[in-house]
């Protein structure tokens, strides 16, 4: 049984891979920082400080991966990464992990890229020709360690890929960002302040973004791969589309909020490596995404999941 590392395995994205990756018949150990999940106990779960760089090797020597799928960023609150001086600490880490993974027998890694890596002046993001021009400690630290890591793996025997998340969404998200934040609103029967909504994104339904990510680690693709669905959709079009199936668009107000400054107007990602190379493509449309994402709000009698 192939058996693989999943790191951030509590966040957003990386509880949505266990499942996918249980199925795909990989034997997951699953790494958490403070409390084991109750979640998914088809995984073996492990508490390790991922920036103490002797758990790194203890963890790594306890479970001997073949494969590693590395979500693990900051331990810090959501929408707080983009300016924390931690986005250094964890390029040294993940490097450690990555050389503690190959000196183990590793053979495949697959680590969680952004879309902040890119120039944003250019809205269109492919691999390939779009320039890499973060501005953020966030997006200049996660650009490093992708160029770091596709060099090591060069120079080994190891075989790398790099997936850069464009705007995901959905069950688990955390309460502040922008569909949950709407739909909470809504469904509270409070206004939904929103900026303007002109801006253009690409939105991917979380479970999709996670399939990916093991499709991208089950594959032989290398370098980097954009995981969006690569659609373009005003932001205002997502949060009067949550309006209507809730049945509240007399709550939504636009331009009530400021819009973020050095804000791209467009931000939407080329999907060709994925869809073609990768192959793969999502499940869910926007609309079926948003009405997973409603249900999961309701059931949850608006508290979230909280998992560290």
Not at 135 to 154: F, H, R, W
Not at 223 to 234: L, P
Request: proline share 4%; with cysteine.
């Amino acid at each position: 049984m192939k058996k693989v590392l999943v790191t951030g395995a509590g966040g957003f994205v990386g509880r949505h891979s266990l499942k996918t990756l249980v199925e795909r018949g990989f034997e997951v150990h699953a790494v958490a920082y403070k409390t084991l999940p109750t979640v998914n106990s088809d995984c073996t779960w492990h508490l390790a400080n991922l920036l103490d760089l002797t758990s790194i090797k203890e963890l790594i020597c306890q479970v001997k991966p073949k494969h590693l799928l590395h979500f693990a960023w900051c331990y810090t609150v959501p929408g707080q990464y983009w300016k924390s001086q931690d986005n250094f600490l964890w390029v040294q880490a993940s490097l450690e992990l990555l050389r503690q993974f190959r000196e183990q027998g590793g053979e495949r890694v697959v680590m969680g890229g952004t879309c902040a890596e890119y120039d944003w002046k250019y809205g269109f993001c492919s691999e390939f020709i779009t320039p890499r021009n973060p501005d953020t400690p966030y997006g200049i630290c996660k650009n490093a360690l992708q160029e770091m890591v596709s060099c090591y793996c060069e120079t080994t025997s190891l075989s790398s890929a790099w997936g850069r998340i464009f705007f995901p969404y959905g069950a688990g998200e955390y309460p502040n960002r922008l569909v949950s934040s709407v739909i909470l609103s809504l469904l509270k029967g409070e206004p939904a302040r929103c900026s303007h909504g002109n801006q253009i994104r690409d939105f991917l339904y979380v479970q999709d973004v996670a399939d990916a990510f093991v499709a991208l680690l089950e594959s032989e693709v290398t370098g980097a791969v954009n995981i969006g669905s690569g659609r373009a959709i005003a932001i205002k079009d997502v949060v009067y589309k949550i309006a209507d199936m809730i049945g509240r668009s007399d709550l939504i107000q636009l331009g009530a909020i400021p819009s973020a400054a050095k804000e791209s107007s467009l931000l939407v990602a080329d999907v060709t490596r994925l869809s073609n190379e990768v192959g793969w493509q999502p499940k869910l449309n926007l609309e079926m995404g948003l009405r997973q994402a409603i249900i999961w709000w309701e059931n949850s009698n608006f508290t979230g999941l909280k998992i560290e």
